[in-house]
Each structure stands twice: as structure tokens, then as C-alpha cells.
């Protein structure tokens, strides 16, 4: 285990933005964060668990213990004729275990390919590419109970996924640490790969695998998404907003090219980078901060931006977009106020 005094988070988020920590430890076991949530320094101060720091906007210092997990490891636990079940440690960079299962060609997951991040903060964002989420793979999730230190798994179905959403973003939000998750992949994999842009790639290879899946994916987002090392940014900046069917009615008559996924329950999901490139932000500067000019819903820190300089940016975005269209978007983003 590892403690930090005031120490910047600036290799800690990929906004790049350039904040202290009171602490920052950094622990290597389940057995080192059950003692070290025993500790006075977290008693006796507030405390936040990050993991790749990849989706999450510092607004000033944090005053208090930043924790991050160094718990590493992939380990095959059970083999079937069907399936392969693989424990994945919480401190393990996603696209490591992305890239290991490709190259195992164990499959589903393969569409999620170059998301930023580390396992651990899978499951609390269910993160979602290219019309799959991590849900769609997930077997249980490992945790440990902050208030008492005992170990809890959570089934999948326990975990509540919805749209970049789970229980631990919602009843049960700071009361679990995740240590490892169980996937549960395919050892014959069937391709996803009916998405727009994915559909499009996918066709300069005459016979995928879910090494081909991997290689479009990751062209496309290098295409779009801007390299955080570059240009700091934490990917969609928006959820996709979603309407009633007598908004979608209306909105569709007025701007018929307007793209959408119908949810099959008399809602729509609609494209936040649209409408937001729709009221002129797409690529457009405001002092050390931008909308991305490739994909609108991706706001970036040109360099030196603080916390404030985004969230300027984000309202005059939002209130754009309540103007237009009577929309109301919603930071996917987890915003930190010291
Ligand atoms: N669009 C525009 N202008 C833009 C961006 C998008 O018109 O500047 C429209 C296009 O019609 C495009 C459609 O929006 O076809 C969808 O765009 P895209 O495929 O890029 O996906 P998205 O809905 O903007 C979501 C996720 C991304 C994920 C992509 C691909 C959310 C909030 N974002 O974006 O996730 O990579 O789908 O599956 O759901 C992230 O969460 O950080 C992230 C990057």
C-alpha cells in the first residue's frame, strides 16, 4: 500500500486537469483495503474511489483520500464446452483484458475495445460501445462492504444495469468497493456488429473475427475520440438524452434527418452529439476549452483548462440545446466538487 500527502491528480484524469488530493493511497490486495478502510484517514475524512479516472471532472482540489486500486490479475476460473469464466482484478486497464481476450479469442467484448479505464469501474458505469454494454458479460461482481469490511458478490441481476447505469451509481453509491469482476465470455464467438459505424468499417473484411471487430472498433474511435494523452477529454461529456413519443413526433416532423434509436417502449433515444453540433458547438473553442470537431459530445481540455472552464462550457451547451430543442442533457461525466 501506498500514501501520498497532497498529491496532484493530474496523471489521475484524463481532462488533464491539474488538481491535489489532501491523500492519495493506492492499495494491492482485497485483504490491504479491508485494513486500510480500518485506518483513522478515512474515518476521519471523506474519501473517493476512482479507478482510470477517465470519466470524472475535478472542479477544484479534493479535499480528502483519493483510493485507487492496484489489484491486478486475469485468471480463467471455470471452462465449458460453451463458455469461459474469467476473474479480473479491479486494478487491471480494461483494454489490457480486452485485448488478452481477443487474442485468446474468447468473445464478447471485443466491441468495447480502447475504452479508457480500468475493470473495476466497469460494472458501476456499465460502459457501452457499439451496441454492447459490459453487462451483456458480466458473471458477478466482487465487492467489499466500506461500512463493515466484509466481502459481498453481486450476481448480475443484483447489480440493476441499465444505460451507463447500475446499483452502484444509485441505493448502493460509496457503499461498495469493487475488487474483481467475473466475466463470463463466449468460446465461439457470434459478432455484434449491426451498429452504424461499426456495420460500415467492418465491411473491408470479407470474413471477421472478433480480431477484425477489435481492429474496426478501434480504427473508428481513433477516428472520432480524441487520445486523452493528446488532448484531455473524458470521452461523452452527455448521456444520449431519451424523449416521449409526442416529443419524438414533434422533433421528427421538424428535422426528419434526425437519427434515433427507438427503445421498443414508446420512448427515443436520441444522439446528444446531434443536437449539440445541430446548434453550431461542433469544434468550436472557448478560451482552453472545446467541443471535439470530430464527435460533438466530447468536450475538450485544450491544455491548462480547469474544472470551471468545462462546466461553463457544458451549461452554454445545455442551454443551447433546452432552447432548440427542449431538451435537457444530463453530464454523463461524474463531476467532483473539491
Ligand atoms: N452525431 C452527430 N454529430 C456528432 C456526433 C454524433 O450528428 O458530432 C450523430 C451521428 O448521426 C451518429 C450518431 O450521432 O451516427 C451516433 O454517434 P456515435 O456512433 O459516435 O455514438 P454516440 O451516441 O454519440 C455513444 C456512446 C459512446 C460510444 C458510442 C459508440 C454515450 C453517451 N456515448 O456515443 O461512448 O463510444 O456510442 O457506441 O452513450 C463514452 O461513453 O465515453 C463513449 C465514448
Known sequence: MKTYE?????????FGIDVDASYLVEYDSEEELVQLLQL????ENKFLHIGGGSN?????????????SHIMGIEVKNVTDSDVFVKVGSGVVWDDFVAYCVAKNYGGVENLSLIPGEVGATP????????????DVIYKVECIDVATGEKRIFTNPECKFAYRDSIFKRELKGK?????????????????????SLAEEIKKYPEPTIHEVRQAVVAIRQ??????????????????????????AKLQQQYPDMP?????DGTFKIPAGWLIEQCGW??????????????????????????????????????????????ELTPEVNLIFG
Open 56 to 68: 470524472l471532472l475535478f472542479i477544484g482540489n479534493y479535499q480528502g483520500v483519493i483510493l485507487h
Open 40 to 43: 483513522d484517514l478515512l474515518k
Open 176 to 196: 461498495y468497493i469493487v475488487t474483481a469482476v467475473w466475466f463470463k465470455l463466449n468460446r465461439s464467438p457470434r459478432l455484434h456488429v449491426n451498429y452504424g
Open 223 to 248: 477516428r472520432k475520440l480524441p487520445e486523452p494523452k493528446v488532448l484531455g477529454n473524458a470521452g461523452s461529456f452527455f448521456l444520449n438524452p431519451v424523449v416521449d413519443q409526442n416529443h419524438f
Open 282 to 327: 461542433k469544434g468550436k473553442s472557448v478560451g482552453k476549452v472545446a467541443v471535439h470537431g470530430s464527435q460533438a459530445l466530447v468536450l475538450i481540455n485544450k491544455g491548462g483548462a480547469n474544472g470551471l472552464d468545462i462546466i461553463n462550457l457544458s451549461d452554454s451547451i445545455r442551454q443551447s440545446v433546452r432552447e432548440k430543442f427542449e431538451i
Open 6 to 14: 497532497n498529491h496532484s491528480l493530474l496523471p489521475y484524469n484524463t
Open 124 to 135: 458501476v458505469q456499465n460502459i457501452g460501445a457499439y451496441g454492447v454494454e459490459v453487462k
Open 260 to 264: 434515433f434509436y427507438d427503445l421498443h
